[in-house]
């Protein structure tokens, strides 16, 4: 087969191209820090990367996640604490109230005070995370205590809030009204009905025989704050479990992540120092191999 002149001149130019295209994979792979720019580059790495960022988003969205389950349980677990104050200090007034020696209006003046811890009572039943009631079941958005609507002064609703902090694992994170924010007509099992037959007694001028019942009621809604926040702290032990084990994947995940597309910035220097020097061979090779011609004698 004749060879030309014009056939080694292609064919230096086509080598040199695709010199200049290796050259510029490497520099690409440099300047980003990534085997790949276009999922083309490498399929393989490109599948495999989607999977790891879809592992990878779903464990950060988790992280969200317990940042919220954190929210509610604290701040659940903040409001019972004051609300157990608040019913220790009732129950410390009503000692007071039965004393024989007290007179009536001292009794009506106990009987003020401990409508305003009613009050307080009720706003931290009503107690809210970003808009939203927390002692209210599923109904976050209504105020799980109004003792001004005769019919429903304080809400029935028990169901619970969950959230997902691990693929399938749902944890609620809500407390249930029922067993502690109740109202009812038995004396001795609503927390704001007994609150408000004591304030009556006192008002009243009932003797020291009459108040020592409500101690009875006050401690069995301080049994039932205690046992709800014990049951709540358990969940934010798990929870923490949970989030530790998060983070672990998390840390796993940015791995993988990072073996399957960063680029070995030592290597790839290597290879572009190696297709540099090749580059360079080429051009002077062509230079060698393009004699001048006769046109060149002729100018």
């Known amino acids: 087969m004749r060879v030309t002149q014009f056939m080694l001149t292609q064919n230096m130019l086509r080598n040199l191209s695709q010199s200049y295209a290796r050259l510029g994979k490497i520099q690409d792979q440099l300047a980003t820090g990534k085997k790949i720019a276009r999922p083309s580059d490498d399929p393989v790495v490109a599948i495999k990367g989607m999977a790891y960022r879809t592992n990878l988003t779903e464990v950060e969205q988790f992280k969200r996640n317990f940042s919220e389950a954190h929210n509610w349980i604290d701040t659940a677990d903040s409001a019972l604490n004051e609300a157990t104050q608040v019913l220790q200090r009732i129950r410390e007034l009503v000692v007071q109230a039965s004393n024989d020696t007290y007179e009536t209006s001292q009794r009506q003046h106990i009987a003020s005070e401990i409508g305003e811890l009613k009050d307080h009572l009720v706003s931290i039943a009503n107690t809210q995370v970003a808009g939203k009631y927390i002692f209210n079941g599923s109904d976050t958005l209504n105020p799980p205590?109004?003792?001004?609507?005769?019919?429903?002064?304080?809400?029935?609703?028990?169901?619970?809030?969950?959230?997902?902090?691990?693929?399938?694992?749902?944890?609620?994170?809500?407390?249930?009204?029922?067993?502690?924010?109740?109202?009812?007509?038995?004396?001795?099992?609503?927390?704001?009905?007994?609150?408000?037959?004591l304030e009556r007694d006192l008002q009243a001028g009932k003797t020291g025989q009459d108040l020592n019942k409500y101690l009875q009621y006050l401690d069995k809604h301080l049994s039932n704050i205690l046992s709800e926040r014990a049951e709540l702290g358990a969940r934010?032990?798990?929870?923490?479990?949970?989030?530790?084990?998060?983070?672990?994947?998390?840390?796993?995940?940015?791995?993988?992540?990072?073996?399957?597309?960063?680029?070995?910035?030592?290597?790839?220097?290597?290879?572009?120092k190696t297709q540099e020097s090749v580059h360079r061979a080429a051009l002077g090779v062509g230079a060698r191999i393009i004699q001048p011609t006769l046109l060149d004698f002729l100018r």
């Open 145 to 197: 205590v109004n003792l001004a609507n005769s019919t429903n002064k304080v809400s029935t609703n028990s169901e619970q809030v969950k959230i997902e902090l691990l693929k399938g694992i749902e944890i609620p994170v809500n407390v249930d009204p029922t067993k502690i924010f109740t109202y009812s007509t038995t004396p001795g099992g609503g927390l704001f009905s007994d609150i408000e037959a």
């Open 236 to 272: 934010s032990n798990r929870i923490e479990l949970m989030e530790a084990r998060v983070d672990e994947q998390e840390v796993i995940a940015h791995r993988i992540l990072s073996d399957n597309e960063d680029a070995d910035i030592e290597r790839v220097i290597t290879d572009l």
